[in-house]
């Protein structure tokens, strides 16, 4: 998986780990995290590596997802969860490379990583592939437009990729998380007290929640083009 040395990756990785699955810890630049998590899928009884590359770098796709095949074998589960993140940014001052940027790491990396498994997914008759969204995805978030276009843009390629996969074993979904409490939430009481206060819950969503969710879409082979958002219930859809 992608995505996988911290917080919801992190937590993602060692759920699976639990339910029978070896893990490739796709990471960035948090080399030493990743290792981390890899030990934690180890103890857990399952075989893991951690694999880096930049993401935003077309030619990085290939190559990690061949160590990731060369290292645990072919892969029928993916979970698309790398995206990088900016400072809040109205419109009028993004970019065409700050667009660019995170477009290339938050969108086009997931097309292409599921792009390269997906066929070998279909001929093996069985694949799972969950993309991480997210509720700026519905509303827009507060980062800015390149990020929720970026994310809105992991549904349009969940219900493409479904249809296709649909006959051949393969569902295609996306979990779409809002406000979870993790290290990019500030680690101040009072903060998390406000933030999870707006959630119609009253608290903070936590990655072991989101990882669990995930975890029941793997499981299931019925569920399939659907688009999965968990934010306490603020947000109907």
């Known amino acids: 998986m992608t ?17 029978g699955h070896d893990v ?6 948090r080399r030493q995290q990743a290792d981390e998590v890899a030990a934690e899928v180890r103890e857990r009884g399952r075989e893991a590596v951690a694999i880096g590359g930049d993401l935003s770098q077309p030619g990085a796709v290939a190559q990690v997802v061949t160590e990731v095949e060369e290292s645990l074998g072919p892969v029928d589960v993916l979970i698309a969860n790398a995206g990088i993140v900016t400072p809040p940014t109205g419109v009028l001052q993004i970019g065409a490379d700050e667009w660019d940027r995170v477009l290339a790491v938050n969108l086009t990396a997931p097309f292409l990583v599921a792009q390269r498994v997906f ?13 991480v969204s997210s509720v700026a995805a519905y509303t827009g978030g507060l980062i800015g437009a390149h990020y929720a276009a970026s ?5 349009g390629l969940a219900h493409s990729f479904a249809r296709q996969g649909a006959g051949q074993g393969v569902t295609v979904n996306v979990v779409a998380p809002a406000l979870i409490d993790t290290d990019m939430i500030p680690d101040d009481p009072e903060v998390k007290r406000q933030l999870g206060a707006s959630r119609a819950v009253g608290r903070l969503g936590t990655a072991e929640e989101v990882a669990d969710l995930v975890a029941a879409i793997v499981r299931n082979g019925y569920l399939s083009n659907q ?11």
């Open 119 to 131: 066929g070998a997914m279909c001929e093996r008759g069985f694949g799972r592939i969950v993309f």
């Open 151 to 155: 994310k809105a843009g992991l549904h």
């Open 3 to 19: 995505g996988a040395s911290r917080g919801i990756g992190r937590a993602i990785a060692l759920v699976l780990a639990s339910e």
């Open 227 to 237: 688009s999965i958002l968990i934010d306490g219930g603020t947000h109907p859809t």
């Open 24 to 29: 490739a810890v796709g990471y960035g630049e």
